[in-house]
């Protein structure tokens, strides 16, 4: 079993640009969650999607945006990138019947927006 | 709004003592996690808690959880260097959403 993972591992944009991050859950999971997390903080909850569509969201402007596919993986993208959006960004996956199941991260990607 | 904290944020302790880092969370939550992390890594889930009174052990950490309090602790015996890392308590808010702490970065001195 893979696990979740993320691609890529490090990302450098600048100002302004558009960025895609990609993830694919755990083996028997079909709920992904996005989180972001800043240097020195806890991770913060971006949105949650299952079944094609974002089921949750958290505080997050509307540049970012996500999407999720047959397969069960999902995307994330960010618009009119600002420095601070500058991360780990990680991606989360359980299975939607198990409601008891702890939620597995991917090992993340690292955006630096310059 | 859900909100967590930990205390205390920063750690430093020697080897073989024990410390206990507290995390309280501010409304109900029916379940309540521990993660590790080390540097430039992800987070590695430790512990879930499910209900009042739960204790759960792995190695020396183990973790319980009072609702009625809203806390949980995460309790090290006898540290050891391998424990160095950043500590994360999380709740969960809705459906599926983790709501997390600050962390703790823990540093164990041989």
């Known amino acids: 079993d893979a696990g979740v993972t993320q691609s890529p591992t490090h990302l450098i944009k600048t100002r302004g640009q558009q960025v895609t991050l990609r993830c694919s859950p755990k083996s028997g999971h079909d709920t992904v969650s996005w989180y972001q997390q800043a240097l020195g903080q806890g991770p913060q909850f971006i949105f949650q999607y299952y079944e094609e569509e974002e089921r949750q969201r958290g505080n997050f402007p509307d540049r970012f945006s996500g999407h999720q596919f047959p397969n069960y993986s999902s995307e994330l993208n960010v618009n009119a990138l600002l420095l601070g959006d500058s991360a780990l960004y990680l991606c989360?996956?359980?299975?939607?019947?198990?409601?008891?199941?702890?939620?597995?991260f991917g090992p993340g990607t690292r955006l630096t927006v310059l | 709004e859900l909100k967590v904290e930990q205390n205390p944020l920063f750690l430093s302790m020697q080897e073989g003592k024990n410390y206990t880092i507290y995390c309280n969370y501010s409304?109900?939550?029916?379940?309540l996690y521990w993660y590790r992390q080390d540097p430039g890594k992800s987070l590695e889930s430790l512990f879930v808690l499910l209900s009042n009174g739960a204790v759960k052990q792995e190695g020396r950490l183990m973790a319980s959880l009072d609702t009625k309090a809203r806390l949980s602790t995460l309790h090290i015996t006898a540290a050891v260097h391998d424990l160095s890392a950043t500590y994360f308590c999380?709740?969960?808010?809705?459906?599926?959403?983790?709501?997390f702490g600050q962390g703790t970065r823990l540093t164990i001195n041989p």
């Open positions: 409304t109900t939550s029916d379940r």
């Open positions: 989360a996956s359980s299975p939607s019947g198990g409601a008891w199941d702890t939620q597995y």
């Open positions: 999380a709740a969960f808010q809705g459906a599926q959403k983790l709501v």
